[in-house]
């Protein structure tokens, strides 16, 4: 009896300690600039992981917690994954954490993580490329990136996404040519504008690529220059700057009470507008709308207009506009203004006929005369209807006639699949294909068999299919 409650016992104990089990799990060394995961695991019936908010002063973040279900001992207990990410820019130790398992206190082991500088991959085959158009930029003025990726003999890429702290971004085009020595390029051109002074740096840019080697698809990571542009800070109380011209009109000088004053404040020039959003209009005794803003870019000269609806029962007076800028070329604080109106309100609907006043050329506001008219509501569904009828009609015979004129592009997965050499490259190019019809599923499950297929007769079958389920 005592011998077998003896190994009953012994059991007992080899079992405890899977009940408490904890690891945490790192990599040696992260590149510079990118993120630095880790993940902590602990298994047992009642897991408590401390909360981590940062090592040697840089913040923690907790990016995925994952618990399952799992047997110990014939008894169901759990494993909790926490998966972190920091942001360090120095080599870091990661250090051991206290983790409560089963009212036990269970310790991860500490982990060194070199951090590895990054240098622009210099490849025969690859060359991925950052350029600005200037050097040195004063806060909110825009700068233009181009980004370029030339390369040769490749399955597969993908450039990772542009963001760098400090700048809004925003994509201008892409276009796409075939170097004389045969490469192919696609270059991407953002417009990038400083919100901070300071020497700040573009890091290198990151592309995955895909090569065939020995009959073997292998990932490769590619990486750009990196950049750095001298921002200044503008004079204070400025957010303009370059070069503008500033024009005020509006649609009548006398109106009757409750009517609409339209007031058209258009702005010309170079430089960052997109800081003319802010631009605002208050009249005392009114009540002001905003209802439109337009902007158009025309090679370099850009315009900026913005429509204002004033009402009013009294008379009012639409005040100057003033604009203040930092001019560039002459680095001076340069003033705008338009012209001021005065608007006559007739009461209770009493505007007169008297005859309109002739304006001087030379002077900054425009007449506009608007028409208005009456629809019912019937001719309103109506003309709504032929609308939307005439427009279905128009795309239908749109898509016709493009369909008879323009020659059908081949898929570029056909032209991917022609390329292909071996039976294991077009099994692995074919597999996340799976599922999508029966006869091509069979097709692929061929390929990942161990006895000879006929490649060069498969390979045409899979393409044929191919055609027929993307075209």
């Known amino acids: 009896m005592l011998n077998k ?22 990599p040696d060394h992260f590149m510079e600039g990118e993120a630095l995961s880790f993940q902590v695991i602990a298994r047992g ?3 408590k992981i401390p909360q981590i908010e940062s090592i040697e002063g840089y913040s923690v973040e907790n990016i995925k917690t994952s618990e399952e279900t799992i047997i110990i001992n014939t008894r169901r207990a759990n494993k909790v994954t926490k998966t972190y990410r920091m942001f360090a820019k120095k080599s870091i130790v990661i250090p051991s954490f206290a983790i409560e ?8 082991k500490n982990k060194k993580v070199e951090l590895q500088k990054i240098t622009k991959t210099i490849s025969d085959n690859f060359d991925l490329q950052m350029q600005l158009d200037k050097t040195d930029a004063y806060i909110g003025e825009e700068s233009v990136l181009s980004v370029t990726f030339a390369y040769k003999d490749l399955e597969d890429y993908s450039l990772s996404e542009v963001d760098f702290s400090d700048f809004l971004l925003k994509e201008l085009g892409t276009k796409e040519w075939i170097r004389a020595d ?17 020497r700040l740096i573009l890091p290198p840019l990151k592309a995955e690529v895909e090569v065939l080697k020995s009959g073997h698809t292998r990932k490769i990571s590619l990486f750009s220059n990196k950049l750095t542009l001298n921002v200044t800070a503008l004079p204070k109380g400025l957010s303009l700057i370059g070069e503008y011209q500033l024009n005020a009109s509006i649609n009548r000088q006398s109106v009757n009470a409750g009517e609409a004053v339209t007031l058209v404040l258009t702005i010309e020039g170079v430089g960052n507008m997109d800081n003319l959003d802010a631009l605002d209009l208050h009249i005392p005794g009114t009540m002001v709308y905003v209802k439109s803003v337009q902007k158009r870019q025309d090679n370099t000269i850009a315009q900026y207009s913005k429509t204002f609806e004033i009402i009013s029962d009294r008379n ?10 930092f001019d560039k070329t002459s680095q001076r604080k340069k003033t705008i203004q338009s012209r001021a109106f005065d608007i006559e309100v007739f009461a209770n609907n009493l505007l007169r006929d008297k005859p309109k006043e002739k304006l001087d050329k030379d002077e900054v506001f425009k007449e506009i005369t608007y028409e208005e008219e009456r629809i019912t509501g019937m001719e309103r569904l109506i003309y709504f209807l032929i609308g939307i009828l005439s427009s279905m009609v128009f795309m239908f015979m749109y898509k016709q006639f493009k369909n008879k004129t323009q020659p059908k592009k081949q898929p570029e997965l056909i032209q991917v699949l022609k390329k292909i050499k071996t039976q294991d490259a077009l099994f692995k190019k074919m597999v996340p294909h799976v599922g999508r019809d029966k006869d091509l599923d069979r097709l692929i499950y061929r390929l990942e ?11 045409k079958e899979i393409i044929q299919k191919v055609q027929m389920l993307v075209c």
């Open 449 to 459: 068999g161990v006895e000879a297929v006929d490649f060069k007769e498969i390979k």
């Open 45 to 47: 019936f009642k897991v």
């Open 101 to 108: 398992i089963d009212d036990t206190c269970v310790k991860t």
């Open 5 to 26: 409650l003896g190994k009953q016992l012994l059991l007992l104990l080899m079992a405890l300690p899977l009940s408490a089990s904890v690891k945490m799990l790192a």
């Open 182 to 198: 045969g490469h192919r390029v696609e270059e991407i051109r953002y417009s990038l504008t400083p919100q901070a002074e300071g």
């Open 316 to 325: 009012f007076t639409i005040p100057a506009i003033t604009l203040h800028y």
